[in-house]
């Protein structure tokens, strides 16, 4: 073996060592071990849960099927990202057209605390119709929270030790017709194109 050959193996070595710990951490992610059925990752984000609407009616994971849906986590304090993924959607429903009533949103407080039915229901006034909340008691966050991974912190604010915000996971996530996840659903981008990647599921 000569001297290149002997400098080249350990660093390809190394490459392939991070190479399959990348792919391993990524398909744990999206649930595609273990070579259950169904749709990628649906055996490791989503699941059934039992929560309440805007309007105060019980909503859970059947009534969301038959369409493809969008979920993401939030509160009404939000400062920025909750109400600017609000808005994302309004304008990706917008986008839609005719076609926004064959698919959906909910938006879940990881907040209920605060964000009661009424709350959530003036909150969602200023975005578009078909968006939909959801709170619950906090067992019932709990498990949607972890059943879609999702990671919520309460961070005690500096200046009233009576208040706070909460420190969460702004991915946004795209369910199809059977509630099962498809892949993390980007608003960051042309309304238009969002909108075309959507009715790709429609």
Known sequence: MNSRTSHILPV???????LV??????MFATGNLGGGSGAPGSSAIGGPFQLIDQ???????????????????????????????????????????????????????????????????DYLSSFDPRARAATGDRAAIDAISKAYRVYAKKV???????DYSMD????????????????????????AEAAAELRKYL
């Open 12 to 18: 390809l070595a190394a490459f392939l060592t991070g």
């Open 21 to 26: 710990i990348f792919l391993g951490v990524f």
């Open 55 to 121: 309007d105060g009616k019980p909503i859970s994971d059947q009534d969301m099927k038959g369409k493809p849906f969008l979920v993401f986590f939030g509160f009404t304090h939000c400062p920025d990202v909750c109400p600017t993924t609000l808005f994302e959607v309004s304008e990706l429903m917008r986008a839609l057209g005719k076609d926004a009533d064959r698919t959906s949103a909910l938006f879940v407080s990881i907040d209920p605390e605060r964000d009661t039915p009424e709350k959530l229901k």
């Open 156 to 162: 005690p604010s500096d200046k009233d030790k009576d």
């Open 168 to 191: 969460h996971t702004a991915l946004v996530y795209l369910m199809d017709k059977q509630g099962r996840f498809v892949a993390p659903f980007s608003l960051k981008r042309p309304p």
